[in-house]
């Protein structure tokens, strides 16, 4: 079974523009999480997505957003790029409730 | 407020050394703990994980730990380490419950394996 798989894996984007990253979970897999990790921060919370739906959001700015679609891939956008945007964004998957996520690989955002 | 501690944020070991990396944690409710690891550039890998019963879980890589409810803790062991061990080793806990449900994360402790 295919895990996590994540794209792009590495970007570098200027300040003011905006991103898309993707995220396929694990074949079966409903929920989606996403995270952002940085050196100072560690990894935080940013929202969780179940069947098309956000169920949980993080303390993030509403430049944060993402959906998800019937098929359960998910996209996250961060429109108006900061330089303190840049970190390693981790996209996990769940197969049931309170269950252990499975991560994909991440993508290195930098802005410049 | 709901927090995971990992009190050492570097840690170096000889290889064939023991190992044991701490982690406590505040939450209200009877947690789901986590032990992940994350090499350099990559994504994390779950080493093992604790619902409920047995206080001892056994993980992979030779990896274990042991919920101490007393405590708050669950500190992550390997009696001999390898070097291929070397990475950033990262303490979650499950918070919340169905539209609440999120991990809370530790800051990480990373491993330095000397030959």
């Known amino acids: 079974k295919a895990g996590v798989t994540q794209t792009p894996r590495y970007l570098i984007k200027t300040r003011g523009q905006q991103v898309t990253l993707s995220c396929s979970p694990i074949s079966g897999h409903r929920s989606v999480s996403w995270y952002q990790q940085t050196p100072g921060q560690g990894l935080q919370f940013l929202f969780e997505y179940f069947s098309e739906t956000q169920r949980n959001k993080g303390n993030f700015p509403g430049r944060f957003s993402g959906r998800q679609f019937s098929n359960s891939r998910s996209e996250m956008n961060v429109s108006t790029l900061e330089l303190g945007d840049s970190a390693l964004y981790l996209c996990a998957s769940t197969p049931r409730e309170n269950t252990e996520a499975f991560f994909g690989q991440g993508t290195r955002l930098t802005v410049v | 407020a709901q927090s995971v501690t990992q009190p050492d944020i570097h840690i170096t070991v000889s290889e064939g050394a023991s190992l044991e990396l701490r982690c406590n944690y505040s939450y209200g409710a009877t947690p789901y703990l986590f032990w992940y690891v994350q090499s350099p550039g990559q994504g994390l890998q779950l080493l093992l994980k604790y619902f409920s019963g047995d206080t001892l879980v056994q993980g992979i890589k030779g990896f274990e730990a042991e919920f101490k409810r007393s405590q708050s803790s669950f500190n992550l062991r390997k009696p001999s380490v390898h070097w291929s061990d070397a990475a950033e080793y990262f303490c979650?806990?499950?918070?919340?419950?169905?539209?609440?449900?999120?991990?809370?994360w530790g800051l990480g402790t990373s491993l330095a394996v000397n030959p």
């Open positions: 979650a806990v499950g918070a919340g419950a169905g539209n609440n449900r999120k991990l809370i």
